[in-house]
């Protein structure tokens, strides 16, 4: 019942949360022009071919626009340029403000008036971070845009896990002979709830800490001999802070973004109740249970690893890992392995020794924040 809410919980944050995002706009507030710096002495249109942009802009219903765009393309980019500059404050809407930008930005890269185009450019990726490029937009405006690239900057994320559990034993305790020597059996069950805060310095490189929560339940069961056995079971949940750098894959305009993450992560465990059973046939079980955890490393550390597939939806990315831990204390603290005599005298049995190993498959939502416009090199061109 306890998983069942807690799925639920769960579901129900990260459908918000896509709502959330998917209500966002994809662009920042209109910003008017950068004044530009066209001196006297900037080439003229009689140095340029003149560029024909094959696109619907004839139909253009803003009588403005629709002069930027004439004097463009007849060539009278420096006509085009005075007459942007004139509209830097108009009230356009988004397509509008789009229209106006690509076709300043094209008239200043034809005037080799490169720093203010690339200025123009930044501003036009701050406003449109996810824009593509089509055969309708200028060719100066395509060449140029393709210098700038934006990346996230601040992210957060949601994500659900269910771990694959597995003991690595260090010892064995045997009071009497039911083991017979056999290797202990472990049956485990675990589920997480993640929340992430992600900080990218680079485009592929990011660093997060991402506080968890997890609920983890074990068995051990033994068959003594053919009148009785034996049962013992923990419950316990976990806070853990993994903090890990994470490096992306990234190809141009892909969807699809694998990466590799390394870290390590403090654990804690907030709460334990274990059961101790002991059965035979006939008679009624003799239960034990207790709740707290001061046999256990309260706090233990692990070293993870992982992989992440991710699949970028504009403001909104949808992502899969796997990670593998391994703690680098045991789970029982051989020093308090007898805090219950009760199980050890009456029921003949002492906890094991082991670590924990894990491998956790998440499925998650990441909400990216603020975005940063980056320029492969300076000003759109490379100076020697």
């Given amino acids: 019942m ?50 024909h942009v094959a696109s619907n802009n004839d139909f ?56 203010e185009a690339d200025s123009l450019a930044k501003l036009f990726y701050q406003k449109n971070p996810f824009y593509e490029t089509t055969l ?40 009497s002979n039911d083991t017979m020597q056999r290797k202990p059996d472990y049956k485990f069950n675990s589920f997480g709830f993640q ?14 800490v991402s506080p968890t929560l997890t609920h983890t339940s074990y068995t051990r069961s033994i068959r003594r001999h053919e009148m009785s056995s034996y049962k013992f079971s923990d419950e316990y ?17 892909a969807a699809f973004v694998p990466s590799v993450f390394a870290g390590f992560q403090p654990k804690i465990i907030v709460k334990s109740d274990i059961t101790s059973t002991h059965s035979l046939i006939g008679s009624v079980d003799d239960r034990i249970e207790k709740s707290n955890a001061d046999d256990k490393n309260k706090v233990n550390y692990s070293v993870l690893g992982g992989v992440r597939l991710s699949y970028n939806i504009h403001r909104l990315t949808l992502f899969g890992e796997v990670c593998m831990s391994m703690d680098t204390k045991t789970f029982y603290d051989t020093k308090k392995q007898y805090l219950h005599p009760d199980i050890v005298y009456k029921h003949l049995y002492i906890p094991d020794v082991f670590y924990i190993r894990e491998m956790s498959l998440s499925l998650g939502v990441k909400l990216n924040l603020k975005y940063k416009t980056v320029a492969k090199f300076h000003y759109g061109y490379n100076t020697k």
């Fill in 136 to 175: 309708f937009d200028p060719v100066s405006f395509r060449e140029l845009l393709d210098n700038y690239y934006t990346m996230p900057k601040f992210s957060v994320w949601l994500a659900l896990s269910n771990n694959i559990v597995m003991a690595k034993v260090d010892t064995v305790f045997v009071i």
């Fill in 237 to 253: 949940t976990t806070i853990a802070f993994p903090m890990r750098i994470e490096a992306g894959l990234y190809r141009r305009r």
């Fill in 60 to 115: 253009i219903a803003n009588e403005d626009l629709r002069t930027l765009y004439n004097l463009y393309a007849a060539g009278k980019y420096r006509e085009a340029i005075a007459h942007s500059r004139k509209m830097s404050t108009a009230d356009f809407d988004k397509l509008e403000h789009q229209f106006h930008l690509k076709y300043a930005i094209a008239a200043y890269k034809e005037m080799e008036l490169n720093e």
């Fill in 195 to 208: 929340v992430g805060f992600e900080y990218h310095p680079l485009k592929w490189l990011s660093v997060s």
């Fill in 2 to 51: 306890k998983r069942f809410f807690f799925s639920i919980l769960t579901i129900t944050v990260m459908v918000w949360t896509a709502l959330v995002a998917s209500a966002q706009t994809d662009t920042l507030p209109y910003i008017p022009l950068y004044e530009n710096a066209a001196s006297k002495n900037a080439p003229t249109a009689d140095n340029h071919s003149v560029v």
